[in-house]
């Protein structure tokens, strides 16, 4: 009989894991990150590292390298597979392989994901330092699956299980305090109000709730009622935008969409000032050919262009001013403000919870911003003096509130600033009783 040859059997286990078959949609990469003299440390990345620990470790067992099991280490907020034979121990630490989902997406997803599999799997919101952290990780990444009640369908388990698995490539511990704060804040709304299921809004809705309504979670209660859940994540002082637009839907919310197109005419000027830009070019707004042409004289003028864009900020920021102002919108602005920043159009009420890496709690200031809406008997926008991209609305009728916004361009390489045109990004951050 011939000799058992550790090495053998280790290279025959990680040869079928490399060139055995493939799991459909499934990428993987295997390296050595260190070798010592008793400890081989492999780092294998993967799109699916629940399913790629368990092929590893089917394949050390196959071939009887030695004792496979798992453990926490520092430097994985996943537990490893440890395979300890009688030559040497090898460690395989699994990461995640980079994908095309954006880090916004991503951060957001973790802090709306997570606190929905921690409650329905009654997964704890422990303490919040590093080792706990890891620690509540990794019992997402082992509660999560297709079947949890919180996904409203496949499409989103399926995009649910990118965002777990792909959790470490965004801000992993900044999140993950986040989504644990939100879960704490979940127990303490179920000590007083008892939940029957926590449902995730990514794409889906859950059954009579508007597509288009904000909530990020939506919690039901026993009584059968839906209260959806906008969630803000960021720092304890900080102020995280409460809306998050576009010029253009804000024209045509007011019927006024004739009126956006115009503002390319009392745009355009500016652009005929940049060389190789003419009348001809003119039909090319808002395309990709016109957007390169302004890039690429940013790159050799930015200076200039940046006024040019100053200017057109100014305009846009202006004319928005007097689409607010205009007295014969009056109703139609009030109408603006409490569905589209309000946010209340819904027949699901919405309540808005700021989170951080210390707390959870809800937002009060939206609940001044709708009994000011509702109130409100003169609506006045002015222009910042500080700013060029903010401007104010304030809102009377027997007291005052001031509700902070900004307009600029949110889009980057050829389509930012001047190659976003019109269509610039239009931000709600805050209100405040002045």
């Known amino acids: ?28 990469e295997i390296g050595v990150k260190s070798a010592g003299k008793t400890v081989v440390k492999y780092v294998v990345k993967s799109t699916d590292r629940e399913t790629t620990r368990v092929r590893v470790e089917v394949a050390l067992k196959k071939y ?79 509660n999560n699956n297709s079947k949890l009640n919180c996904y409203l369908s496949t499409q ?34 179920e000590s007083k109000h008892p ?13 009579g709730v508007m597509s288009n309504h904000p909530g990020d979670i939506f919690i039901k209660f026993t009584n059968g009622n839906l ?34 197109n115009k503002l390319k005419d009392k745009l355009w ?10 009348e001809d070019d003119k039909k090319d707004w808002g395309r990709n050919s016109l957007a390169l042409k302004t890039f690429e004289f940013e790159k050799q003028d930015p200076k200039s262009y940046n ?15 007097k689409l607010i102002n205009n007295k014969s919108n009056f109703t139609k602005t ?18 808005v919870v700021k989170a951080t890496e210390a707390f959870a709690k809800r937002d009060k200031a939206s609940d001044i911003l709708i009994e000011a809406v509702a109130a409100v008997k003169k609506i006045e926008a002015t222009a910042s003096t500080s700013s060029k991209q903010a401007f104010h609305i304030k809102l009377t009728d027997g007291s005052k509130v001031m509700m902070d916004f900004s307009t600029r361009t949110n889009k980057v390489g050829a389509n930012h600033k001047l190659g976003q045109f019109s269509n610039l990004a239009v931000k709600f951050n805050k209100v405040k009783p002045v």
């Open 64 to 142: 009887k390298v030695g004792r496979v099991g798992r453990k926490q280490v520092s430097d994985s907020s996943m537990q490893v597979t440890e395979c300890i034979g009688k030559d040497g121990r090898y460690v395989f630490v699994y990461k995640p392989l980079k994908g095309g989902m954006s880090q916004t997406t991503l951060n957001a997803s973790i802090t709306e994901l997570f606190p929905c599999i921690a409650w329905e799997t009654g997964i704890q919101g422990g303490r919040s330092d590093r080792q706990a952290i890891r620690g509540f990780y990794d019992k997402i990444i082992q």
């Open 227 to 260: 209260l959806g859940v906008s969630l803000k994540a960021g720092g304890a002082k900080t102020d995280e935008p409460k809306l998050n637009t576009y010029v253009k839907p804000i024209y045509d919310f007011y019927g006024k969409t004739a009126e956006y």
């Open 307 to 321: 006024e040019l864009y100053d200017k057109n900020l100014g305009i846009i920021r202006n004319e928005l001013i």
């Open 1 to 28: 009989m011939a000799q058992f040859n550790e090495t053998v059997a280790l290279h025959k286990a990680l040869d079928e894991f490399q060139n055995g078959k493939e799991v459909d949609d499934i990428d993987e």
């Open 334 to 351: 009030k109408q603006w403000l409490s569905e589209k920043v309000a946010q209340q159009q819904q027949d699901v009420p919405l309540v």
């Open 156 to 189: 989103d388990a399926a995009a649910g299980h990118d965002f777990v698995q792909k959790a470490e490539l965004g801000k992993f511990e900044e999140k993950v305090k986040n989504a644990i704060n939100i879960l704490r804040w979940i127990r303490r709304v």
């Open 195 to 207: 939940i029957s299921q926590i449902y995730w809004g990514y794409r889906k809705k859950p059954t």
């Open 269 to 278: 000027p500016q652009y005929e000032q940049i060389p190789g830009i003419d």
